[in-house]
């Protein structure tokens, strides 16, 4: 999930004409950009200043911090974690796994010596003594770009550990082929906005007609009112309402029960075409961001699937179309139903901005075997890709998956050998940029 959220971190960022993000690397350096709360003050959060550096608090210091790190990148290279006991081997995915549980500290930590690497380094940037800032709290951690250095770092441990496991084998895709990938938006589809609604049809003529190859984005003016009676202005991002039209053949004579996967690539960071296994090309795949995943029955021969915005397997459910609908919720005392459902990626966020000339992008969509892959139902809150069903995470396969491994040539080569797979390119155009003229 963390590093989905850098992926669209840094799409924005390029979208914005920033480079992107640079990972905190000393930790007894300078932190780079500040970050005023404004009216967040209001809650007891203060300012950090530009180039302030971390803070030790209680027996967590940036030297504390520093050797577990150390025991982590030893880790990482020697495919190992060593404990007071012994040692626990890192294999494949379930080492990808057991690195993450304990660079948490969750219950599930293979040894306390490790530390919460992670968890701390929230602590030190936010000076939790003095001048608390908003990285303390996972409501407004995200405002303060050190947020985001912080969490590219401790991404790069765990991509690094990623980085050293064998490329995926696409040996077992299922006997169902993807013939056509297009896009349509809802309101050339009346009733295709309903929850719960078939897409098939609205699908079917957009695969017939080719569709859009530009999706639009907006940014709009709302107000907020929290449990306090506080109000606050607020611009946020917003899209219209588009959908995916797939067209399968399934070429057995029997129904197959397939995954269908959708990423959106963007073209700037990720080339398809590139080679993956130089040192800049293998990051490339850290920017693939994931869209959905759900389970589709595919009957004999060819047919139509439709699958909107608003259905996909990352957003918050309920989906909230319109953040001016939003009711403030204190996820800290209605209960664990509260916070489950609030986790999830806003729908308005669903699309990166782009930018006024159009941004290009791919989408990717590749079919699995659902017998292979377990996909749980969808759940009526929360988001089934970021937040799993229960405790479980619905899927078989790795997290990003087939992103979370090297690939060996370029993503287009991968798509052209596989029938199970299909790239669209596509623009995304920012449609209300300010204008330049008075700037
Ligand atoms: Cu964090």
Known sequence: MHEQMLARYDVERVAAGLERVEPIKEYAGPLGAGYDPGRLADYGFSPRETDSVMVPYEDISPETQDGFRKKLVDAVAGKALVTTTGTVALEGHSGSNILGLTSETTDASVDGAYGNHHGNGHVLIGDLDARPGVILSPSTAIRDPAFWRWHRHVDDLHFSYQDNLSSHDFGDRPPVDIKKL??????????????????????????????????????????????????????????????????????????????????????????????????????????????????????????????????????????????????????????????????????????????????????????????????????????????????????????????????????????????????????????????????
Request: glycine content about 10%.
């Open 182 to 439: 297009a896009l349509g938006f809802e309101r050339d589809h009346p009733g295709s906005e309903r929850e719960g609604a078939d897409l098939s049809d609205a699908a079917n003529a957009t695969i017939t007609t080719g569709g859009t190859d530009t999706l639009e984005t907006t940014m709009r003016l709302g107000a907020y009112e929290l449990l306090t009676g506080n109000r606050y202005r607020f611009d946020y991002l917003s899209h219209s309402p588009f959908f995916i039209a797939t067209e399968l053949q399934n070429r057995d004579a029997a129904i197959k029960a397939i995954t269908l996967r959708f990423f959106l690539i963007p073209d700037q960071l990720f080339d398809v075409n590139g080679d993956p296994t130089t040192a800049t090309g293998r990051q490339m795949r850290r920017f693939a961001i994931e869209l959905d995943k759900v389970r589709f029955r595919a009957q004999p021969g060819a047919q139509a699937f439709g699958r909107s915005g608003r259905q996909m397997a990352v957003v918050r459910r309920p989906v909230v179309v319109d953040p001016g609908e939003v009711v403030d919720v204190d996820g800290s005392t209605t209960g664990s139903d509260a916070r489950t459902c609030t986790c999830g990626w806003p729908y308005g966020l669903l699309l990166p901005r782009g930018s006024a000339e159009g941004m290009s992008f791919t989408l990717f969509a590749m079919a699995t075997d659902n017998e292979l892959d377990r996909v749980g139902s969808q759940k009526k809150c929360g988001s089934m890709s970021f937040c799993g069903v229960g405790d479980e995470y619905p899927d078989a396969r790795p997290m990003g998956y087939p992103f979370d491994r090297p690939f060996e040539k370029p993503l287009a080569d991968i798509v052209h050998e596989n029938s199970n797979m299909m790239l669209l390119p596509l623009k995304i155009r920012w449609t209300n940029p300010p204008p330049l003229v008075g700037w």
